[in-house]
C-alpha cells in the first residue's frame, strides 16, 4: 500500500478517512484472516499518529470488518458459511466451525396476527401470537437479527422464561417439541427500523432476509413463523434439501 495524502479541509474527520481508506484496501487486497499491517506501519503511511489510526481501526472492529488479538495484531473478518436446512440452530452451527455465539432477547410482546404471519401458522387474522424479537452475535460482533411468531395461547406462558441460547433448543428441552423447517425464502433489502443500528452497520449495506417456516416434526403443524436479517457482508448462505 503506498503513502496516502489525507484530505484535512473536506470536512471529514482524519480518521473517518482513515477508516474509510481501510475498508476499500481490505475489500479490494485482503482475505478472511490476512493481518493487518501495525499501527505503526499505517500512521506512517497516513501521516498521523498510532492514537488516531487506532481510532480508525476500532470504527472497523465495531462495523464487524476486523478483529483485535492482543499481542497478535489486527485480522481481517470474513463470511461466515451458514447452511439453511431442516434441523439449522444457530449456536449449534456457529459453534462447530469456531465461532462463539450468544443471543439477546430484545423484545416479547403479544401481538395481533398479521396476515401473512397468520395464513403460515393457520391462525385467523388478528389472533394473539407471540413475538420474540433478538439479535444474535458471533465472535462478540452482531450477526442477525431474528423476529420469531408463535401461537401466544400455546407458547407465550411456555416460554417465558426463554432470555439467551437457541430458542429450538429451549423448546426441545422444556417441551419435548422438535421443529423442522419447510420454508426458507430468501431476500435482499436495506436494513429497516433500528436494524442497522443494531447490527453496527450502515444503512446502506444490505441486509438478507430470511423467512422460515418450522412445523412440528412429528405432527407437521406449523408452530414457528421467523424473520431474520443476517448482516450480508459477513455471511454466506447456502440452502440444502
Avoid: W
Amino acid at each position: 500500500m503506498s503513502l496516502y495524502t489525507l484530505n484535512r479541509d473536506q470536512g471529514k474527520s482524519i480518521y473517518r478517512q482513515i477508516a474509510q481508506t481501510l475498508e476499500t484496501d481490505i475489500k479490494a487486497h485482503y482475505q478472511a484472516g490476512d493481518k493487518l499491517p501495525s499501527e505503526l506501519v499505517l500512521a506512517e503511511r497516513f501521516g498521523v499518529n498510532r492514537h488516531t489510526v487506532r481510532h480508525a481501526i476500532d470504527g472497523l472492529i465495531d462495523a464487524g470488518m476486523l478483529e483485535r488479538h492482543h499481542g497478535r495484531g489486527t485480522f481481517v473478518l470474513g463470511l461466515v458459511d451458514y447452511a439453511i436446512s431442516t434441523k439449522t440452530r444457530f449456536t449449534e452451527l456457529l459453534q462447530a466451525q469456531g465461532h462463539s455465539t450468544d443471543t439477546r432477547v430484545l423484545q416479547r410482546m403479544i401481538v395481533p396476527a398479521a396476515n401473512g404471519v397468520a395464513r403460515r401458522l393457520n391462525l385467523s387474522e388478528g389472533d394473539p401470537v407471540l413475538f420474540i424479537e433478538a439479535l444474535r452475535l458471533a465472535d462478540n460482533q452482531p450477526f442477525c437479527i431474528t423476529s420469531h411468531f408463535m401461537c401466544a395461547q400455546r407458547f407465550a406462558e411456555p416460554l417465558n422464561p426463554y432470555e439467551r441460547g437457541s430458542l429450538h433448543t429451549f423448546l426441545q428441552e422444556r417441551l419435548a417439541l422438535n421443529l423442522k423447517r419447510v420454508e426458507s425464502l430468501v431476500t435482499s433489502t436495506l436494513p429497516q427500523g433500528d436494524d442497522a443500528e443494531l447490527l453496527k452497520m450502515a444503512r446502506t449495506t444490505p441486509v438478507l432476509r430470511v423467512k422460515s417456516l418450522n412445523v412440528c416434526h412429528e405432527t407437521g403443524i406449523p408452530i414457528e413463523y421467523a424473520l431474520t436479517r443476517f448482516r450480508a457482508d459477513r455471511v454466506q448462505l447456502s440452502v440444502t434439501v
